[in-house]
T-cell receptor, first 113, second 114 residues
Framework: AQSVAQPEDQVNVAEGNPLTVKCTYS??????LFWYVQYPNRGLQFLLK??????LVKGSYGFEAEFNKSQTSFHLKKPSALVSDSALYFC???????????FGTGTRLQVFP | EPEVTQTPSHQVTQMGQEVILHCVPI?????FYWYRQILGQKVEFLVS????????KSEIFDDQFSVERPDGSNFTLKIRSTKLEDSAMYFC????????????FGPGTRLTVL
């Protein structure tokens, strides 16, 4: 069965510091991996995806994520956090032969000035 | 920038009543989805829809649920007889052709069943 784990309910970071939001997955076959962000009263906004190729993928707003097959992880990173990055972040996985996304429970990122 | 829209933003209904949630996907998209998120829980897949038929559905999507694309722009989710446990945020999503492409989500409809 497919599953996604986001082990941290909340991540706190000071503005200007690097941030990491963790995600591990379990899926048979090659995974398609996604990060979405949710701001209050907004839908899920796509940030970035890994399908194949380079393990480091870059996305919107300066975010990037690294696919690590051996550790089955897809951690979201940003070199320098902004207060405006404060939001709820969701990792999702899709198996290559289905179209449904399986989401993690979400991690709330709080960036303090 | 094109976006998925959903109406209403909040729907309150009595248990046993029928509700229809409305979505307008991005205009050139071909694949449509419904997800839901019960308060405090993860986002869960309900159903995917392509070429006027359901392509995949979850165990949650039982006979009480149905989807329809009544015209060229709308995509609806109907719950025939709502239950208390149907209270959740319902998200519509769409994507264009190409299995590698990401799904774009609407802002959600909060359904409250009393």
């Amino acid at each position: 069965a497919q599953s996604v784990a986001q082990p941290e309910d909340q991540v706190n970071v000071a503005e200007g510091n690097p941030l990491t939001v963790k995600c591990t997955y379990s899926v048979s076959g090659n995974p398609y991996l996604f990060w979405y962000v949710q701001y209050p009263n907004r839908g899920l906004q796509f940030l970035l995806k890994y399908i194949t190729g380079d393990n480091l993928v870059k996305g919107s707003y300066g975010f990037e994520a690294e696919f690590n097959k051996s550790q089955t992880s897809f951690h979201l990173k940003k070199p320098s956090a902004l207060v405006s990055d404060s939001a709820l972040y969701f990792c999702a996985v899709r198996r290559y032969n289905t179209d449904k996304l399986i989401f993690g429970t979400g991690t709330r990122l709080q960036v303090f000035p | 920038e094109p976006e998925v829209t959903q109406t209403p933003s909040h729907q309150v209904t009595q248990m046993g009543q029928e509700v229809i949630l409305h979505c307008v996907p991005i205009s050139n998209h071909l694949y449509f989805y419904w997800y839901r998120q019960i308060l405090g829980q993860k986002v869960e897949f309900l159903v995917s829809f392509y070429n006027n038929e359901i392509s995949e559905k979850s165990e949650i999507f039982d006979d009480q649920f149905s989807v329809e694309r009544p015209d060229g722009s709308n995509f609806t989710l109907k719950i025939r007889s709502t239950k208390l446990e149907d209270s959740a945020m319902y998200f519509c999503a769409s994507r264009d052709a190409g299995l590698n492409n990401e799904q774009f989500f609407g802002p959600g409809t909060r359904l409250t069943v009393l």
